[in-house]
């Protein structure tokens, strides 16, 4: 039988969400799952961290990463993780703050962490989908999705959700201060470089729901950036496999 996780991490980074963060962190505290909600905040103008702070005085299990200005998603995510592994937890959990990935969705991430290295919370299975996107949002999606797939082989059908589970060994495998690309582009450098250490990716299904309160950080910068990564690791991808074999192709290893 599969071990059971013990402890996890749920990170949520944010910026600018003080209509969101209360009402998500006391949401998921009230799962009364075995996690430890991290925060990290980069100083939001609008006062979230001061919210984040007032929620971890409240709930022994809630903690705020505190960071200087807006330095992007990636490098959230990876504070967050870092604080997470040094605490021993036994998962790691992203989510966004804005209820896109709803809380009601974490106990069947955690719950297919027993059976995979990484879980996607996904639009693209069957029973997955979005409500309330708009049609360039929709559109902007599956276009990174497949450029993403064609360019990276990457095998999960959602490969830019920022919803996803981590074993602690996964994290522990992957230089994490080596990963350049920051931004929305993170989501996808992570991915390709856990699957080509060969961890076993699988996916649940999830509605995504826009986003109701707040405005969305996503930029045209952004969305060029993660082009950007997604060619720079498909030129990595090419140089791989062209050095490991002039006959035949190989599969990726680690
Ligand atoms: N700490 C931090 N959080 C960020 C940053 N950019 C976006 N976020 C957070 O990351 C999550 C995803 O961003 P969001 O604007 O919802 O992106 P979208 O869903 O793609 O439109 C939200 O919780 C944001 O508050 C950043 O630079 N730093
Ligand atoms: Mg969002």
Request: aromatic share 6%.
């Amino acid at each position: 039988m599969a071990r059971r996780l013990s402890r996890h991490a749920i990170i949520i980074p944010t910026y600018n969400e003080k209509e969101n963060i209360v009402l998500l962190v006391e949401e998921i505290v009230k799962l009364g799952l075995d996690s430890h909600v991290i925060i990290v905040d980069d100083n939001s103008p609008d006062g979230t961290g001061r919210l984040a702070d007032e929620l971890a005085t409240r709930h022994v299990g809630v903690s705020v990463i505190h960071r200087a200005g807006k330095l992007g998603l990636g490098t959230a995510h990876i504070a967050g993780m870092k604080t997470a592994l040094n605490g021993g937890m036994d998962s790691i959990l992203t989510m966004d703050a804005d209820f896109s990935h709803h809380p009601r969705y974490l106990p069947g991430l955690l719950a297919a962490l027993e059976h995979f290295d990484v879980v996607i919370g996904s639009r693209y299975v069957p029973g997955g989908g979005t409500r309330y996107c708009t049609a360039p949002r929709k559109a902007l999606s599956r276009g990174a999705n497949l450029f993403a797939h064609t360019v990276l082989g990457l095998g999960a059908g959602d490969a830019t959700a920022g919803f996803r589970g981590y074993r602690r060994q996964v994290l522990e495998s992957i230089a994490l201060d080596q990963i350049v690309s920051n931004g929305y582009s993170f989501l996808i450098e992570m991915l390709y470089r856990c699957q080509r250490r060969g961890w076993s990716v699988g996916e649940v299904p999830i509605i995504f729901e826009n986003r109701q309160r707040g405005a969305s950080k996503i930029s045209k910068t952004e969305i060029l950036r993660a082009m950007q990564t997604v060619v720079r690791l498909g030129g990595e991808r090419i140089r791989r496999q062209s050095a490991s074999s002039p006959v035949a192709p190989v599969k990726e290893g680690p």
